[in-house]
């Protein structure tokens, strides 16, 4: 039974010279919404979902504490909802550029048809500040892709990141580990994603629960002794300081939409499933039950003992004071 609280460089792949890091911020069970603010605008990639406010969030028990972790979903009660169904979206209050992110995840949302779930940062005056895709799929995928969209200029082995000349597609390249997305990821009791964000590098990594290094664990963490990195972007072709600053941390989940719904009727499960992506999200709520994210802690780490460059923070917009209910 789930309980919860509502509202209230190595050259090969782009490791640049190890220092030491220091803990900057850190989100987890007893602060995350006093540092995440609430997306309640329409979604941007056109999904068939409804982003609602703390205020809403609380009164729906769509986001709150979980078995001492961070609890984010959807509704999964309501047939038909108008204008989409209601799900988070939310936003670090703080900006970062160039740190060490480290989110522990213990659950995300599950395999299912219409839905796009994302773990990601972004700069704002898209796509010109950068975005970084690290958790992401849609449907019925079984890997998450890494994948970075910028403005013009900036291309790496994976491709033109301002692709198809307006950042929408960008340039990545998609895990070939079932454990990193959805039904794979919650059967190993989830695990760790890292951003290495440097000034000539952004390596991603991933460690499932069963083998998160000791580093990581006694919040010390040290990228040079992790291995070659899950995805890697690196190289002359992009000046990383000036295509990427001033990101927020994001989570969220949306359906349908512009990956999602396009590739709805192209997956051979979906598509026998209704005629459309929003017909079937709309009239299946029970279907996404189990789309949410449980989010042990996010962790900023700067290199040395200042913080990370540019470390701005947005100005404070209304949040609800975590308050103790049980379900």
Known sequence: MMFFSRLGGLVAFGIAAQA?????????????????????????????VQYQSAVEANSQSLAGYANNAVYLGVDYKTANPTGGRASVRV????????????ADIAHQPAAACG??????????????NGEIDIIEGVNLATNTTYTLHTGPGCTFTQGNCNAPGTGSLGCGVASENTQTLADGFNEVGGGVYA???????????????????????????????????????????????????DHQIVFDTTFCGDWAGKAFSSDPVCGAKAATCQEYVASNPEAFQDSYWLINSVKVYAEGSGAGSNTTRYGEKYMAIPKPFSA
């Not at 839905?115 to 010109?128: D, H, R, S």
């Open 20 to 48: 030491a890091y220091t803990i900057q911020d850190s989100y987890d069970q007893t602060n995350f919404f006093e540092g995440f603010d609430f997306f309640n605008y329409q979604d941007p990639t056109n999904g068939f």
């Open 91 to 102: 936003s670090s209050k703080k900006t970062y550029t160039q740190n060490l992110i480290i």
């Open 115 to 128: 839905t796009w779930p994302a773990f990601w940062t972004v700069g704002q005056n898209w796509p010109n």
């Open 195 to 245: 951003l290495e964000w440097t000034s000539s590098a952004i390596n991603i990594f991933f460690f499932s629960r069963a083998n998160i290094p000791s580093d990581i664990a006694a919040g010390n963490p040290d990228p040079s002794t992790w291995g070659t990195p899950s995805g890697s972007f690196s190289g002359s072709g992009c000046d990383v300081s000036s295509h990427f600053k």
